[in-house]
């Protein structure tokens, strides 16, 4: 198979060397956190001149490094390999493992943080670790690691990662990723049930079963059905009250609004939705409820719903929205309030636009439209974004193979193709 080149990571690895911070790798199972760091990284090393005795690698889920689990041993064995004034670095592989159970439900913190900051005194030592669960990592990242920690995230392929691979043209490696998103392995299989076998196993062999431990659940039921009502209703506002009602309509079940709460933190915790929030645009204030959930890959969230509802539009919004995330962009649902005159009488509503897209002084805001087949759905489209009176860029994205074309109010229409393949698209038209 030919190598996937996950060059945006690696830059954000190499950017980060000998800068004194403990990099920690997030993200969710089977996204290749270990192929960066063990592959990739490693590799960038050697061509710099790294000898392998300067590289300390342990993967923690491995049992031939059980004995490893262990804080005391994991910081003895690492010590014991430092036996020079060299440069050495450090890369620990799935670093939950040497948390204990006791310890991740305890008030102290987990050992293992006591022997990473141990680590960081070392003058010539770079330490890396990967983990799969935000609030033993990201969290503690500004917390136990006493601001001396650096996140890294890492989400499944892009779309232009996986045409690297894709044997075929643009229109049909979309159609391949609409409906199997760009988990690593998966992009290996050649059939279909070979690819459905696996996601389906993926999410409740791993994902659900790695929160049903991690949060000492007993049962899945609650869980389960959470998980199919977010994933019925990508892209649309929703609340832990509106979920609620769902439950008690279609599941029968008694389920709380804080127990929703809990459960949707723990799908979060284990990177496999995120949340974004309304923006009022012209305010310029966050609103509060509701908000919208998009999956971290959409192919995860088609095999939990078995397949039967791949609707290209929301679809393509969680794509969009995957991709700004990986680029590193704020993303918030853009609000916008229109008033005037109609029959006599004053009138008040609300726009939205898809996604306000911020990082540092850029933002961009960004409408996916799917398509445009008339003249009212352009306006529809557009209504929102016209609504917006400052001077960052407006963009619509189609997925219609077009070339990029402004229009006389200086709204730029894309093809998505154009945006997911290109790293610069927003800037550089």
């Not at 300067?54 to 490094?65: G, M, R």
């Not at 939205?352 to 002084?361: H, K, P, T």
Request: proline letters at 2%; hydrophobic letters at 35%.
């Amino acid at each position: 198979m030919k190598l996937i080149a996950r060059d945006m990571y690696l830059d954000r690895l190499i950017a980060r060397m000998d800068n004194g911070m403990i990099k920690v790798i997030t993200g969710a199972r089977r996204c290749g956190k270990t192929f960066l760091l063990f592959d990739l990284f490693e590799d960038y090393l050697r061509s710099q001149g790294v000898d392998d005795e300067q590289i300390i690698e342990v993967s923690l889920d491995d049992l031939a490094y059980e004995q490893y689990r262990d804080p005391v041993r994991l910081a003895e064995y690492v010590t014991s390999r430092i036996t020079g004034s060299r440069q050495y670095y450090v890369l620990l592989d799935e670093v939950q493992y040497a948390i204990s159970d006791q310890e991740l439900h305890g008030d102290k913190p987990p050992r293992l943080y006591g022997v990473l900051n141990g680590l960081l005194r070392k003058h010539n030592v770079d330490v890396y670790v990967t983990g799969s669960n935000s609030k033993m990592l990201s969290t503690d990242v500004m917390t136990q690691f006493r601001g001396r920690g650096d996140e890294v995230r890492v989400r499944p392929l892009s779309f232009a990662e996986f045409m690297q691979v894709y044997d075929g043209d643009v229109q049909h490696g979309w159609a391949e990723y609409v409906v199997y998103g760009g988990m690593p392995l998966m992009v290996s299989m050649r059939t279909d049930e070979q690819k459905t076998r696996y996601l389906e196993s993926l999410f409740v062999e791993t994902y659900v079963k790695d929160i049903m431990a991690r949060n000492r659940l007993r049962r899945s039921q609650e869980l389960d059905g959470l998980v199919d009502v977010l994933a019925s209703s990508i892209g649309a506002l929703s609340n832990p009250a509106k979920i609620k009602a769902a439950f008690d309509s279609v599941l029968h079940s008694k389920i709380s609004v804080n127990t929703i709460s809990q459960y949707i933190e723990y799908l979060e915790d284990a990177f496999i939705i995120e949340e974004t929030r309304r923006f009022n645009v012209k305010g310029r204030k966050y609103i509060g409820s509701p908000k919208k959930y998009y999956f971290e890959d959409v192919g995860l969230r088609n095999a939990r719903l078995g397949f039967r509802q791949v609707e290209q539009t929301h679809i393509m919004e969680n794509i969009v929205y995957n991709e700004l995330r990986a680029r590193g962009y704020n993303v918030d649902i853009g609000v916008v309030e229109q008033r005037g005159q109609r029959d006599g009488r004053s009138y008040r509503k609300q726009l939205e636009i898809d996604f306000v897209a911020n990082l540092g002084s850029q933002r961009y805001y960004i409408q996916s439209a799917y398509q445009l087949p008339t003249e009212e759905k352009v306006a529809q489209e557009k209504a929102s974004l016209l609504g917006v009176d400052d001077g960052f860029k407006k963009i619509v994205l189609v997925r219609d193979v077009m070339k990029p074309m402004y229009d006389e109010h200086g709204i730029l229409t894309m093809s998505v193709y154009d945006f997911l393949l290109n790293s610069q698209s927003l800037a550089m038209w």
